[in-house]
């Protein structure tokens, strides 16, 4: 219990930054119909259950054009 109460203010940053990321990139899923790679089906589970990498792989390798 000591050791999470030492590294609480560096964790909680990183927690907030990880939902941040994660909710902008299951909207952009959402809302955005084209993909350069993959469909809505593939990009879900990979940005919701990957944790910090799933969403960057998204916004890197599998976000299409904007329309």
């Known amino acids: 219990m000591e050791t ?3 590294y609480w ?3 909680v940053p990183l927690i907030i930054a ?3 990321l994660a909710i902008t990139a299951f909207v952009h899923v959402i809302r955005h119909p084209s993909y ?3 469909n809505k089906v593939f990009w879900i589970p990979v940005v ?4 910090i990498i799933g969403p960057v792989v998204y916004f ?3 976000r299409g ?3």
């Open 4 to 6: 999470l109460r030492e």
């Open 9 to 11: 203010p560096f964790l």
């Open 18 to 20: 990880q939902l941040t």
């Open 36 to 38: 350069r790679f993959g």
């Open 48 to 51: 919701l259950f990957i944790s």
């Open 60 to 62: 890197v390798f599998g």
């Open 65 to 67: 054009d904007a329309e």
